[in-house]
Nanobody, 123 residues
Framework: VQLQACGGGLVQAGGSLRLSCAAS????????MGWFRQAPGKEREFVAA????????RYSDSVKGRFTISRDNAKNTVYLQMNSLQPEDTAVYYC?????????????????WGQGTQVTVSS
């Protein structure tokens, strides 16, 4: 399975971006999809994840209320709508897929990673 992410860019604080991630195929390993991010000098951290049906979603405390994850299974694509962006959201964002329950998502449970897309928020 290959994950292709896009949608990053440069935005001013308070602005919005929408990330997309398309999976090359749908298997049990892509039942749960989501996003991590990694800022320079920091470890990769969980951002958001959703189950196959979208019935269950999980967000990190730092993005809750500002970011929304969704998916279109007909397109094998997951989206991350990011609003009210702040400079501390600056990072490389990585799409991920794993059969692991979203409540337990961590980098070590990820089966597949996308190539990463840069998000830069200027103050």
């Amino acid at each position: 399975v290959q994950l292709q992410a896009c949608g990053g860019g440069l935005v001013q604080a308070g602005g919005s971006l929408r990330l997309s991630c398309a999976a090359s195929e749908s298997t049990f390993t892509t039942d749960n999809m989501g996003w991590f991010r990694q800022a320079p000098g920091k470890e990769r951290e969980f951002v958001a994840a959703t189950t196959l049906t979208g019935a269950v979603t999980r967000y990190s405390d730092s993005v809750k209320g500002r970011f929304t994850i969704s998916r279109d299974n007909a397109k094998n694509t997951v989206y991350l709508q990011m609003n009210s962006l702040q400079p501390e959201d600056t990072a490389v964002y990585y799409c991920a897929a794993s059969p692991q329950a979203v409540a337990l998502w961590a980098p070590r449970y990820v089966y597949y990673w996308g190539q990463g897309t840069q998000v830069t928020v200027s103050s």
